[in-house]
């Protein structure tokens, strides 16, 4: 059956979806890098909510989505970004979701890291004092839940920081009462506009400098750094200059395959957004890569990059709708509807080159599922054979 799929200039082409998915199963953990899936949640469809009322969360789909991350041994990266943390999912929402996949993954026996943030600040200025508090208490959730900490940029200290200094001065109060060594979040302006001159300057080369004092004062409290800022060569240089012992967990969702795999001088770890719809892909390349296999690595993730790259356009922060329409196309949820209503962030081409580019990936359980759910939605915008 041909789909008639809307391109970016209005005119319907013709698309032949495959027939077959790739064939891959759960398997053992990995050995050579540790990997994380930030996850989005599933919103509940039959809530009457709008878009600027608490998120309704289907919780049993949404944990459903864990255990598959799971099984495929990849760790839940929970309560960050693509669970559409400040884009739909308040800080009630995600100290729930926090607590409930918390208590999943000890009886699946899987690993978890969760965000911590400021999100439960007003939106008038905030002191640092408030924005210290609010840290505290969000981080004081994640580790009753005995889950790692994501230390999160902040858009409330980003508001209320003066230079450098005030940065120091509050990720070093927050790291001197860690219980244990946190993962610290560096998130570009790409994802969030609101973070435009984190670490006191929008000098990247100044901000980097600030960022690696603050784990120099503290890194027997870091257990790594996740970078978001979209620039292979920048996470290099700042990978190089970590102490030893500090991870890097790649966030590049442009660059991952090749800052996964490293060089003669290192290699990055991984907590990404993209590892949502690509997770048992993704898994079976990492596997390869324990053997030692970089080539056979580089040719399971390398094709990936575009649709990566595609769902991750500009403007970046609504990446997250084509994460949740691919997991309904996958059959990991039993609609396309988003807390905040965000599927309405995407047009119809872009989400139509998302299908397209996911379905020749193979990435489909049921490619024939896809198919009609995916000519559902092309019948609901009025396309039509």
């Not at 809530?47 to 919780?59: G, R």
């Amino acid at each position: 059956m041909t789909l008639h799929l809307p391109d970016a200039h209005g005119a319907l082409r013709a698309y032949e979806p495959r027939t077959e998915p790739l064939a891959l199963t759960p398997g053992t953990p990995f050995t050579s890098r540790t990997v994380f899936s930030a996850a989005h949640v599933v919103a509940d469809p039959y809530a009457d909510t709008t878009p600027d009322s608490p998120a309704a969360v289907d919780w049993d789909a949404t944990l459903a989505f864990r255990r598959h991350l799971w099984a495929h041994g990849l760790g839940v990266a929970e309560a960050m970004d693509t669970a559409q943390r400040g884009m739909g999912l308040d800080w009630a929402g995600a100290a729930e979701l926090i607590r409930r996949s918390a208590a999943e993954a000890r009886a699946a026996g899987g690993r978890i890291a969760c965000g911590v943030g400021t999100d439960q600040l007003p939106g008038a200025p905030a002191t640092l004092a408030e924005v210290r508090t609010a840290y505290e208490e969000q981080l004081a959730v994640v580790e009753e839940s005995g889950a790692r900490a994501i230390l999160m940029a902040s858009r409330a200290l980003a508001a209320t920081a003066r230079g450098p200094e005030d940065y120091l001065e509050v990720y070093g109060h927050l790291l001197r009462q860690a219980a244990e060594p946190v993962i610290l979040h560096w998130l570009g302006p790409m994802f969030d506009p609101a973070l435009e001159g984190y670490w006191g300057s929008s000098d990247l080369d100044a901000a980097t400098d600030t960022f690696l004092d603050v784990i120099a004062a503290h890194p027997d409290k870091v257990d790594g750094i996740k970078v978001s800022l979209l620039d292979a060569r920048r996470e290099i240089d700042l990978r190089r200059r970590l102490p030893k012992g500090v991870r890097c967990y790649t966030g590049d969702d442009f660059n991952y395959p090749e800052l996964i795999a490293g060089d003669d001088q290192g290699f990055s770890h991984a907590l990404l957004g993209i590892f949502d719809p690509l997770g048992p892909l993704a898994a079976e390349a990492v596997r390869v890569l324990d053997t030692g296999d970089t080539d056979g690595f580089r040719a399971l993730l390398d094709p990936t990059v575009e649709l990566s790259r595609h769902l991750f356009q500009a403007p970046t922060r609504f990446y997250k709708t084509g994460v949740v329409l691919l997991a309904w196309l996958a059959g990991h949820q039993s609609h396309f509807a988003m807390v905040g209503g965000l599927q309405s962030a995407r047009s119809l081409p872009h989400l139509a080159r998302a299908y397209e580019l996911a379905d020749r990936l193979g990435l489909f359980p049921d490619p024939k599922l896809a198919e009609d759910r995916m000519r559902t939605l092309l019948h609901l915008y009025g396309v039509t054979p």
